[in-house]
């Protein structure tokens, strides 16, 4: 089992950025691969980005140059900077954790959840 905790969202202006923490425990964080997905009332869950064991990333048409996603596996934390953030940046972005062979953009690859941060960006 992975548990999955994140925190840093809240009620911004476009243009501002934030940054999303992602706190792991439980199984060896470093094992995992791990993404961000977001999702806006009534619509689907998104990938967003997302990060290999090895540290390859990979984004969403919509946030590349914008979002970047990283690791530390000393802190079994991931991150999400997101700058320049738009009013369509706004919705519940989730942290999710999947030890298969390689990084997927399906949400239903995924093993593990957190419970979701909400990120306002007013216009």
């Known amino acids: 089992q992975v548990q999955l905790v994140e925190s840093g969202g809240g009620l911004v202006q476009a243009g501002d950025s934030l940054r999303l923490s992602c706190a792991a425990s439980?199984?060896?964080?470093?094992?995992?691969?791990m993404a961000w997905f977001r999702q806006a009332p009534g619509k689907e869950r998104d990938f967003v980005a997302g990060?290999?064991?090895?540290?390859?990333?990979y984004y969403a048409d919509s946030v590349k140059g914008r979002f970047t996603i990283s690791r530390d596996n000393a802190k079994n934390t991931v991150y999400l900077q997101m700058n320049n953030l738009k009013p369509e940046d706004t919705a519940v972005y989730y942290c999710?954790?999947?030890?298969?062979?390689?990084?997927?953009?399906?949400?239903?690859?995924?093993?593990?959840w957190g419970q979701g941060t909400q990120v306002t960006v007013s216009s």
């Open positions: 999710a954790a999947d030890n298969s062979i390689a990084v997927s953009s399906d949400p239903l690859r995924f093993d593990y």
């Open positions: 990060i290999s064991r090895s540290r390859s990333t």
């Open positions: 439980g199984r060896t964080f470093s094992m995992f691969n």
